[in-house]
């Protein structure tokens, strides 16, 4: 495959807020990762925000495809799916990343913590609010 790696990505937003993780270049990322060979995105998103937040979700719509420098000349292909929270949301943090938010969602546009969030993240987040989860975009 050519090109460069890619990341599949939860918006999961719940209760008017959107969770979102500190990571150890001290920014703050969407739950997700890198699927294993031959997985399916939407199997390694769930098994990736499980493993990250404890969580299980519901993965809807593909939001977005964007290329991401994650380090000067290290990029990655982040693909961000609209996902649902299953249950009542409480985060168990994995030694992944350094701290967990529920950001309210009026409050995305500013900086989060003094941190900041990369704009494809916040452009992501901002379809699956205009475009809101919907049992039917559930690929069976």
Not at 69 to 75: G, I, T, Y
Not at 99 to 122: N, Q, T
């Amino acid at each position: 495959m050519s090109g460069p790696p890619i990341s599949v990505k939860a918006v999961l937003i719940h209760e008017r807020r959107v969770l979102l993780l500190l990571n150890e270049r001290d920014e703050w990322d969407l739950p997700g990762g890198r699927p294993e060979a031959g997985e399916d995105h939407r199997a390694a998103l769930v098994r990736e925000v499980r493993e990250e937040t404890g969580l299980a979700v519901e993965v809807g719509a593909l939001l977005d495809e964007h290329v991401f420098e994650v380090l000067p000349q290290r990029h990655v292909r982040i693909v961000a799916y609209a996902c649902t929270v299953q249950g009542d949301g409480d985060v168990t943090l994995s030694d992944e990343h350094l701290e967990v938010r529920w950001v309210a969602l009026a409050d995305l546009g500013r900086s989060i913590a003094g941190r900041r969030l990369p704009a494809g993240y916040l452009g992501a987040i901002r379809q699956a609010i205009d475009q809101p989860f919907s049992p039917s975009d559930r690929v069976v």
